[in-house]
T-cell receptor, first 113, second 108 residues
Framework: DTGVSQNPRHKITKRGQNVTFRCDPISEHNRLYWYRQTLGQGPEFLTY????????KSRLLSDRFSAERPKGSFSTLEIQRTEQGDSAMYLC???????????FGSGTRLTVV | GIQVEQSPPDLILQEGANSTLRCNFSDSVNNLQWFHQNPWGQLINLFY???GTKQNGRLSATTVATERYSLLYISSSQTTDSGVYFC??????????FGKGTHLIIQP
C-alpha cells in the first residue's frame, strides 16, 4: 500500500493553456474522488468515480473540466483553456467502499499566470 | 445543499492542554469524517463516524446524528497536532461537503 499518488506536485501554466493531472489511487480502492481547495477554505467536491463509471459531478465542474478513469485504475483531470480562477490545490482521494474513510493524496498545486 | 459549520474557527493552546472541536450540519447524513490537514497540506483521515463514538489514542470523536452535530476531542495536545481540522459530511457514497475548518495552534 503506497497510498494515493498525485502527479505533478506543482504546475505553473499560462492562462489559456490546457493542463492534465494524474491520480493513482490505492490499488484495491474502487472509489475515486477529485476535490479542489483554495487558500483558507475546505476542499470542494468536483467529481466521483466508482470503478470506471463517473457517477457524480459537481456544478463546479464546468465544461472546461473533464475527468476520466479508464479501466477503473488511475484517473486524470484535464482543465482546458485555464483561467486565473482555476489556481488551486487539486486533491484526489480514494476509498474501498461505502462505510470507510477517504485516503487523500498530497495534491497538485496549480498556478495560472 | 447541506451546510457544515465548525467552531471555533481558531484555537491556540499550550502543549498538554485538552480541546473540543465542534461540527454542526444542517441535514441528516450517512457519511461523516474528520480530517487533519498538517502544515504541509496533507489531509489525514482521523475518523469515519456517521454516528456513535470512536477513540484512537489521544483523539476521540462522537457524532449525535439525531441532533446533527459531531465533536472531536484532543487530549494532552502536542505541537504535532497543529494544523487545520476539517469535518466533512455527505449522504453516502457521493461527494462530501467540508466545513471551513478549525485552525489549531499548539504552542510549546
Amino acid at each position: 500500500d503506497t497510498g494515493v499518488s498525485q502527479n505533478p506536485r506543482h504546475k505553473i501554466t499560462k492562462r489559456g493553456q490546457n493542463v492534465t493531472f494524474r491520480c493513482d489511487p490505492i490499488s484495491e480502492h474502487n472509489r475515486l474522488y477529485w476535490y479542489r481547495q483554495t487558500l483558507g477554505q475546505g476542499p470542494e467536491f468536483l467529481t466521483y468515480f466508482q470503478n470506471e463509471a463517473q457517477l457524480e459531478k459537481s456544478r463546479l465542474l464546468s465544461d472546461r473540466f473533464s475527468a476520466e478513469r479508464p479501466k477503473g485504475s488511475f484517473s486524470t483531470l484535464e482543465i482546458q483553456r485555464t483561467e486565473q480562477g482555476d489556481s488551486a490545490m487539486y486533491l484526489c482521494a480514494s476509498s474501498i467502499q461505502t462505510g470507510y474513510g477517504y485516503t487523500f493524496g498530497s495534491g497538485t498545486r496549480l498556478t495560472v499566470v | 445543499g447541506i451546510q457544515v459549520e465548525q467552531s471555533p474557527p481558531d484555537l491556540i493552546l499550550q502543549e498538554g492542554a485538552n480541546s473540543t472541536l465542534r461540527c454542526n450540519f444542517s441535514d441528516s447524513v450517512n457519511n461523516l469524517q474528520w480530517f487533519h490537514q498538517n502544515p504541509w497540506g496533507q489531509l489525514i483521515n482521523l475518523f469515519y463516524i456517521p454516528s456513535g463514538t470512536k477513540q484512537n489514542g489521544r483523539l476521540s470523536a462522537t457524532t449525535v446524528a439525531t441532533e446533527r452535530y459531531s465533536l472531536l476531542y484532543i487530549s494532552s495536545s502536542q505541537t504535532t497536532d497543529s494544523g487545520v481540522y476539517f469535518c466533512a459530511v455527505g449522504g453516502g457514497a457521493d461527494g462530501l461537503t467540508f466545513g471551513k475548518g478549525t485552525h489549531l495552534i499548539i504552542q510549546p
